[in-house]
């Protein structure tokens, strides 16, 4: 079936640093969304993507949809304790055929 | 506005019982997802109701299985347990489906099965 690769599983940066997560696939998505999850909790939709090529913002947070549509990237700026979380991409194909395929998450952790 | 409500949030069960899990979401939306997310697996589809019909399945045992109601609301029952089903289980609601306007997540049940 379809897979999201992430990687690398962890990352570690000091507060103050921005920091660039990958999401490739080997199949195409007509939309790629980035999700965040804290303990505890469900997923947090931070920013979709509808358009291959499309770059969106939302606060410190920039990610871009790649022009093949098999990959995305999210950007954090400037990161913060509270950017401590897991990070997902997920992709979604147009039609009946219509669930999120989610990569395995980069758990993001932020030295003050 | 209301988010998406799962219940309970915490369950243990044995081996061999089975359990039914509730999803409550977001007003208007018609659209609910679920999925099991395990540390090895990460989130796994599990399938998505439309106006109470089954639209979208993932690759799960048939032990597994849901049902929406006219109100939108949706149940995932798993029955003869195994201590593998032990996961945090989502459910997500959207207006729609496709097009990911709305995909907005429950907080989960967290299944520990002994």
């Known amino acids: 079936g379809q897979q999201l690769n992430q990687s690398p599983q962890s990352m570690f940066i000091q507060e103050g640093e921005d920091v660039s997560m990958n999401c490739t696939s080997s199949s195409i998505f007509n939309t790629w969304l980035w999700y965040k999850q804290d303990p505890g909790e469900g997923p947090v939709l931070l920013i979709a993507l509808y358009k291959a090529g499309e770059l969106t913002s939302n606060g410190r947070l920039t990610a871009q949809f790649g022009i093949t549509r098999k990959d995305s990237f999210l950007n954090i700026s400037a990161s913060i304790p509270s950017d401590v979380g897991i990070y997902f991409c997920?992709?979604?194909?147009?039609?009946?055929?219509?669930?999120?395929?989610f990569g395995k998450g980069i758990t993001l952790s932020v030295r003050p | 506005k209301a988010g998406v409500t799962q219940t309970p949030r915490y369950l243990i069960k044995t081996r061999g019982q089975q359990v039914t899990l509730s999803c409550s979401p977001i007003?208007?939306?018609?659209?609910v997802s679920w999925y099991q997310q395990t540390p090895g697996q990460g989130l796994q589809f599990l399938f998505e109701?439309?106006?109470?019909?089954?639209?979208n399945k993932g690759n799960f045992p048939g032990r597994f299985s849901g049902r929406q109601f006219s109100n939108s609301r949706s149940e995932m029952n798993v029955s003869t347990l195994e201590l593998g089903d032990s996961a945090l289980y989502l459910c997500?609601?959207?207006?729609?489906?496709?097009?990911?306007?709305?995909?907005?997540f429950g907080s989960g049940t967290r299944l520990t099965v002994v």
């Open positions: 109701y439309f106006s109470e019909t089954q639209r």
């Open positions: 997920a992709g979604q194909s147009v039609g009946a055929n219509s669930k999120l395929t």
């Open positions: 997500a609601s959207s207006p729609a489906g496709w097009g990911s306007y709305g995909y907005t």
């Open positions: 007003s208007g939306h018609r659209s």
